[in-house]
Each structure stands twice: as structure tokens, then as C-alpha cells.
């Protein structure tokens, strides 16, 4: 069939976290305590802190919902989480309770070192959308687990939808282990 298939590369890109404190901020009061943060409620009703450490951006809503985005693991996810409600329990912004994290979406990206014949794929594989004039890759969506996969001919994947970084890793597995007994992936 192939030459020798190299060991696939898979490396989290984004994992996305909600978060709920059971309780209302008062985003104007955080914005006076912490002039970096960005704040234009006329234009968007989320406040952003950033972080350098780990590098992360996280909205809070006057709702007490938060959205943290950016991080590269599901634990670096929560550090942030944590980091940013002690940082405001600390100017008294925030008082502690402990916060309901959910993880939205994980986005991961994966190189199987093999060149995929996308044409080919729209026949062999189902739930697959490929327009070459729209987009250069294909769009798989995956039942189990539960995520979109592009696809590119050079044999690199995005994967998005993700609730874990298991079920990502799982998914570029099962779409390999599929491109590969369909005989849609060569690798030189």
C-alpha cells in the first residue's frame, strides 16, 4: 500500500472554557482596578483580561459568566480560571466561591505525514463536504467523538468541537486509522 507511516503529531492549539461564579461583576469597578483591561461596552458587553501567564484572554459578563480562551491545555485552561478570580478576590472585586468550569471546544491540529487524496475521500467517506474553489480543504464531520475535522491534502487536520483533549487525540486517530484502510492516505 504506503511506505512507512510516520508517527501523526497532534498539539492542542485553543481550548475554550465557560465559566460560571454564581454571581453578578461589577465590570466597571474591575476596569478601574485593572487599567489594562479592555472595556467598551458600547461596542461589546464583555470585559477582557489578559494574562501572560499562562497566555490566555478571558471575558467577564456583569452576569458573573466568564469565556476563557486561548490556553493550551484543559489544566492550563482552569489556571487561568483560578488566577483571574484571585486576582480579583484580591482588590475585593470577587467574593470566593467556586466556580463552575465547562470546556466548550478544543481545538487541535495534526500532521500525518502523508499526502491525502481529498477527491477521492468525498466517494470513500461519509458526512464529508469538499469545494476546492471555496476552500482548500475538506470538512469531516466525525459521530464519535462529536467534532469537525478539516482535512488538507498534505495530510495536516484541524480538529474543532473537542470537549477533551482525549476525544481530540481520538478523533485524528480514527480519521487516520479510516483514511487509511480506505487507502486515501500515502505516505512517501
Do not use: W
Request: glycine share 4%; aromatic share 6%.
Amino acid at each position: 500500500m504506503n511506505s512507512k507511516k510516520p508517527e501523526m503529531q497532534v498539539k492542542i492549539q485553543n481550548v475554550v472554557a465557560s465559566v460560571t461564579t454564581g454571581q453578578t461583576l461589577d465590570l466597571d469597578e474591575i476596569v478601574k482596578a485593572f487599567p489594562e483591561a479592555e472595556y467598551k461596552p458600547h461596542v461589546f458587553p464583555g470585559l477582557c483580561l489578559r494574562l501572560k501567564e499562562p497566555k490566555t484572554a478571558t471575558l467577564l459578563f456583569k452576569t458573573g459568566k466568564m469565556v476563557c480562551t486561548g490556553a493550551r491545555s484543559v489544566s492550563q485552561a482552569k489556571k487561568a480560571v483560578h488566577k483571574v478570580l484571585k486576582e480579583l478576590e484580591a482588590k475585593n472585586l470577587f467574593i470566593r466561591c467556586e466556580p463552575e468550569i465547562t470546556i466548550q471546544n478544543i481545538v487541535a491540529s495534526a500532521i500525518l505525514g502523508g499526502r491525502v487524496s481529498l477527491e477521492m475521500a468525498v466517494y470513500s467517506l461519509e458526512r464529508i463536504m469538499y469545494e476546492p474553489e471555496q476552500f482548500p480543504g475538506a470538512v469531516y464531520r466525525m459521530d464519535e467523538p462529536k467534532v469537525v475535522i478539516l482535512i488538507f491534502s498534505n495530510g495536516k487536520l484541524v480538529v474543532t468541537g473537542a470537549k477533551s483533549e482525549e476525544e481530540a487525540y481520538q478523533a485524528a486517530e480514527r480519521l487516520q486509522k479510516k483514511l487509511e484502510e480506505r487507502e486515501l492516505i500515502h505516505y512517501e
